[in-house]
């Protein structure tokens, strides 16, 4: 009993520690959303040149994309003509950071962290995308022209009769949803995750754990690395843990190398790029994020000042850096209250959603449609992708996807079951079958 309510007192200080810049980082996501739409992004990624790598990682690192979410919107620049380089170089810079994880790094693990994490994200993104643009020769992307315009590239053109009230209005409305609704529900499951797991080390591994056990600074990198690599963890969830790690007897630098393949790499990110953009590139990735968490590792712990890494937030209150504020009590826990409230609408909006698409589902069978099942989706990125590409097919009138049940709903003439399969694949999904409807 004493464990647990050890557990839900470290759960709920984490909890309050992060809220506060969570929800900060949230908006400033849905900012992002609204200044820099799609086609702003797809428009300097497409030579294959070091400009092109080093937008592609300038352009990826505020942008706060879960780790499976930004599998899709990378493939979705290559297919729509960004070269393998700037691809790759947009796939690991983009994870690793993210002005939300950004701002969490810097309420927990302090502000050297927090300016640290964006610089290594440009560096080991340009790195993995030059050599990516040298190793890997095979430029065989195919850009899908058969529509120029969709459902999801329809935010400045559809309603060009509206007046500025209701485009502002719009905008607005695009900004919260995709903050608090959309990209929170990607996130809330693996930050959820993240909380717990940083809880339940720090009631049950001892303190100096690493330090007393591994006792070598590197040997703990290479830990941490190994165990990093297929681990799916987002940038933000990170955070906490690498704080509790910290706690615990890992080095600062070994912490950074967590931050770093944790989210950088998993299994399914692995096996996408070996499967679309083979496995020369996909060598080159991971070369280039080693390469940089040794690295960078390696700087932090033998060549930078220790007390810039001690730990601001969990337990340490009142040794906290210097000019680093601290979030009053009411605050904080103000904060956690919204962030939960707005989670829990998360899920309440996906259980609406599947209801609706039940309904629909029942009043559209006299109509001519076909159902797939896509394997390989899991949040809202995954979804527009499949959505977009797969709807600008031209046998295609429409392609809705219900992401609970991993399915995709189509509506066009004479659909073509195998161009299907061969799109889904090209995106990094798996065809599952076809349901008749």
């Known amino acids: 009993m004493e464990y647990f309510n050890q557990f ?36 300097y990624l497409g030579k294959k040149n070091s400009r092109s790598v080093l937008n592609a990682s300038l352009i990826g690192i505020p942008l706060p994309l879960c780790s499976c979410g930004v599998i899709p919107t990378g493939i979705s620049f290559f297919k729509s003509g960004a070269s393998k380089g700037s691809s790759v170089s ?18 927990l693990l302090g502000l050297p962290f927090a300016i640290l994490r964006p610089i290594i994200a440009l560096f080991t993104g340009f790195l993995g995308g030059i050599l990516t643009n040298k ?42 949803k995709y903050a608090f609704v959309d990209f929170l ?15 339940f080390i720090s009631v049950l591994i001892p303190n100096d754990f ?43 630098g070994a912490a950074l190398v967590f931050l770093m393949a944790g989210p950088a790499t998993n ?19 991971l070369i280039s994020i080693i390469t940089g968490a040794l690295l960078f ?9 220790r007390e810039w890494f001690t730990l601001s937030g969990i337990h340490h209150h009142t040794a906290a850096h210097e000019g680093h504020w601290i979030i009053p009590k009411y605050l904080q826990w103000a904060s956690s ?45 995954c979804k527009n992708s499949v959505e977009k590409h797969i709807g600008a097919l031209k046998q295609i009138s429409n392609a809705e996807v219900n992401l609970e049940q991993k399915r995709l709903f189509l509506k066009g003439e004479s659909i073509d079951i195998s161009i299907i399969k061969k799109e889904l694949k090209s995106l990094g999904f798996e065809y599952g079958g076809t349901l008749k409807n």
């Open 8 to 43: 839900l007192r470290d759960f709920v200080q984490i909890l309050n520690e992060m809220s506060p810049y969570l929800i900060l980082g949230f908006f400033f996501a849905g900012l992002l959303k609204v200044a820099f739409p799609q086609k702003f992004i797809d428009k």
């Open 90 to 107: 947009f796939l690991i810079s983009t994870p690793q950071t993210g002005v939300d994880s950004i701002l969490v790094t810097y309420s």
């Open 135 to 176: 190793v890997d020769d095979d430029e065989s992307n195919t850009v899908n022209t058969n529509k120029t315009t969709n459902l999801n590239d329809c935010d400045n053109n559809c309603n060009s009769d509206s007046n500025t009230i209701a485009i502002k209005r719009s905008k607005l409305y695009i900004l919260f």
């Open 185 to 199: 529900q990607d996130i809330s499951k693996w930050l959820i995750i993240g909380l717990l797991l940083a809880a």
């Open 210 to 252: 690493f330090s007393d056990f591994i006792g070598n600074d590197f040997l703990g990198m290479i830990v941490i690395l190994i165990a990093s690599i297929p681990l799916y963890i987002c940038a933000t969830s990170s955070v906490p843990v690498a704080a509790v790690l910290m706690m615990k007897g890992i080095s600062p």
């Open 267 to 285: 299994a399914a990110t692995i096996t996408v790029l070996n499967k679309v953009l083979g496995k020369k590139t996909m060598w080159a990735y």
């Open 297 to 305: 590792g390696l700087l932090i712990d033998n060549f930078l000042p």
């Open 337 to 381: 209250i919204c962030l939960s409230i707005l989670i829990l609408n998360g899920y309440l909006q996906k259980y609406l959603s599947r209801k609706r698409n039940f309904k629909n589902n029942d009043s559209e069978k006299t109509l001519e449609t076909l159902t797939v099942t896509v394997n390989g989706m899991s949040c809202n990125h």
